[in-house]
């Protein structure tokens, strides 16, 4: 027979359950907030059964465990696509900076610069003694130069920011990923001693795996004892495992390395999630792609001006020592094939000077070709100062002598005594511009881009032409003036560049055969294009991340409207195992009071 | 489906944000006009109108240049005239002379007469435009003419033979101003070290001296030489008006073509007002719905009814 104390303990049993079942009704209301909790459910089982006398009777309830309402592969899709979302949030945030350095729609735009500077030569040409239009050409100058110096530090400036920024990611992957290291030894242990799930600490560590995908993207795996195994680059790098953690750090040129066994490994090329695959992406392809192209803008620019501008003529000839701004390399035995421009030097070409004595009132000129003097790409600095020389006394002149400076590295002119005085005429070789003889911009490239200081005296401008056959300069000539106001229009062979950084060399270069303008146009056309793709990925991967929230939150979300019929269904089932517990304890008193 | 109570909050926030966001980009576009702002909403149509910007402003500075133009071909035509009106003085003066009634006296004055266009002339040959002299090429800072009749040549041009031209467009140049030789005829002297005399300014100085010298013997052949002069001169003012229309028709042809691209510009970047206030207060609608479909899932709750 069943004794009526075995009743008791059933309506023991019904309390303790229905008490924690309100226990964990309350953590999940207590949790409702919380995003990254999982709703925790209460397992019951009827408990064992007990043979009495050929029936079979129940002996109560058992709370068999707390379980957590988890999918977990849908959260490792989760975690994929924030890395996705997050990489692509960096791209577009920063392609933003990258808009704001192209000045775009404002009157510093290099579009409005180079129309106001091909306008400016135009002004000139209709006044080409006027002061004032001269000044005009050297300030639309030097805004353009000021403008290239601005984008090319604002990239640099950015690139640095960018080095910034993962290093502190860097910093917080390896604080993540020790904590994740502490977490999967207490659910190990907790695991293993209690035979328990350690929910809440799973919890917490599902959140840090989170937190880590929108770092950079990883692949998990949970093993058989509990732990969670995190590894990056595409399986390659293990960050946490049984062995503990492996840091990374950055090494040189912020590339990210790997703490492997046999030391650091460069993992950059194989992360492409996260905030760091984002950054990387804008550090290592965005910034150097615009940099190249900005150069190459820069490059084809100063040529084309430089080039015309040498061949032209200030108001008066050049009475004092001219030195040629740009200089050969020392270290390539000062060759002039060394000078930043000296690719488009054409030898077949001759680069003229005429001599003005004034004592005589008379213009000699003197022309220079490569083939003659034995000019060629391996000459040095002095070999030309020398040819030059050499030709002056062949062609009969006297007044001018050609040295190099002391390095050896930059060519000057210089006159005889104060009867002579010189000026340079038609130079199809291009040499003078190369050389930074008679030019109009300095440097080689958009962050070291100049004005050349002879034009602080604007005179020095070459709005006209020596008479090519007198050698007489004409206050009213023009015609250098509008040459260069239609510079804009000539076609150049220019690169284009395209950045992958998981290849090596990095960069695939083409040529296009362009004008500046279209150049830059096709520039900000292509930032757009990519902004614009990477604005709508991100708005993709932003709504499959929502989505794939919504499902989570579907499976482990807390449901206030659940939690309240669950706390009545606790409540009434507590009443009713009280009220079991009363007339269990009646019926004993009943008995003992018969006695 | 299951929800869960925090699917509720982040739906309708990300809602609400959505929406806003929406709707004040629709607003920013009716504010600002223009449905090209950034290089990422159109970035063909912002190549164009960038490319549009540098052609419009290539043409603002042709008007310049057209400009220029047209001021040194105003001066040359006055000027050119009153050359052309000194002739036909001269021409008065020598046909007068010539018909028999002249006294010593007369060929005197008349000789005086003389005297004082040449200094005219020479100063209007050295006129000058905005600070440039118009009839010295391209040398503009030096007078092109000076007399001194006891000189070989007497008289000197230090001008040069180009033209001062001013750009109308990409490789196309027009020739603005006149040479002195060109207006007054060659200078100088031959290889023998005579005077070629072959210039206005020498046939007046032969003129003076033969009504001073011979009573006019020689004005039949002079008045030959200033027929030819006048026809020369004559020719330029006929030249400067063919220059002149040309640069005016260039000029409207300049300023249709910026009506057109400025349409093209504006058909590219600015919205249709319209359009853009239709789709404002669409977007309007929109967030107005979604705040309402938050106000009320959020307001609801089991919690209420218990």
Known sequence: MIGINATLDIAKQAIQANQYGLNVTGQNIANVDNPNYSRQLMELNSGGSLKVGGLVFGTGVDVTQIASSVDSLLQSWMNNEQSTASAYDKKSGNLNYVQDIFNLDTDSSLDSLFSDFWNSWSKLSNVPDGSSERAGVLESGNAIVQQFNDMSDGLNNLSSDVNNRIDVAV??????????????????????????????????????????????????????????????????????????????????????????????????????????????????????????????????????????????????????????????????????????????????????????????????????????????????????????????????????????????????????????????????????????????FTGSGADDMGINSQLSDTDNIAAGQLDPTTGEIAAGDNSNALLLAECGEISMDMNVYSYDRTSDPPSTASTITTTTDSYYQTMVSNLGVLTDNVNR??????????????????????????????LTKYQNSYNAASKLLKVADEMLDTIISTR | MRVATMTIYNNSSTQLTRTLSDYNKAAKTVTTGKKVQDPSDDPVGYAQVMDIGSTLSQLGQLHDNINTGTQWLTTSETTLNSVLDTISQAKQLAIAATNGTYNDEDYATAAAQVDEMLSQLVDTANTKVNGHYLFSGTKTDTQPYTLDETAVPPITYSGNGEKFSISTGVGSRTDVSYTGDEVFGQTGVDSDGNGIDDDLFSLLMSMKDDLANNNGANLETIMGDLDTHYNNVNNLISDVGIKSNRLDTKENVVSDFETTLTEQKSNIEDVDLTDAATDLALKQTAYQAALKATSSIISVSLVDYM
């Open chain 1, 171 to 440: 910093d917080s992957i390896n604080g993540i990923t020790a904590q994740i290291d502490k977490l999967n030894k207490s659910i190990v242990s907790i695991e293993a001693q209690q035979g328990a799930v350690a929910n809440d600490l799973r919890d917490e560590r599902t959140a840090l795996v989170s937190k880590l995908s929108g770092l950079l993207d990883i692949t998990t795996y949970e093993q058989s004892d509990g732990s969670l195994l995190v590894t990056a680059a595409r399986g390659s790098a293990i960050l946490v495992g049984s062995g503990g953690t492996r840091e990374l750090s950055t090494g040189d040129g912020g590339r990210i390395m790997w703490e492997s066994s046999g030391g650091p490994v460069d993992i950059s090329d194989q992360i492409s999630g996260g905030s760091l695959g984002g950054w990387l992406d804008i550090r290592d392809e965005v910034i150097p792609e615009y940099q190249s192209e900005l150069d190459s803008l820069a490059r084809a620019f100063m040529w084309n001006v430089n080039y015309q501008h040498s061949q032209g003529v200030g108001l008066n000839y050049f009475s004092d020592a001219v030195t040629g701004s740009s200089a050969t390399d020392a270290s390539a035995g000062n060759q002039l094939d060394s000078l930043d421009f000296f690719n488009n030097v054409d030898p077949s070409g001759t680069f003229s000077t005429w001599i003005h004595d004034s004592s005589t009132d008379t213009n000699t000129k003197v022309g220079i070709d490569f083939s003659s003097y034995g000019i060629g790409a391996s000459s040095t600095m002095q070999d030309l100062a020398d040819a030059f020389n050499q030709a002056l006394t062949d062609q009969g002149a006297t007044g001018v002598t050609a040295t190099v400076n002391a390095d050896g590295d930059q060519i000057i002119f210089t006159p005889d005594s104060s009867n002579y005085q010189f000026a340079f005429g038609e130079d199809d070789s291009g040499l003078a511009a190369a050389l930074g003889v008679n030019t109009f």
């Open chain 1, 537 to 566: 990925n991100l708005e993709t991967s932003q709504a499959m991340v929502s989505e794939l929230q919504d499902q989570r939150d579907s499976i482990s979300g807390v449901s206030l409207d659940e939690e309240m019929i669950n």
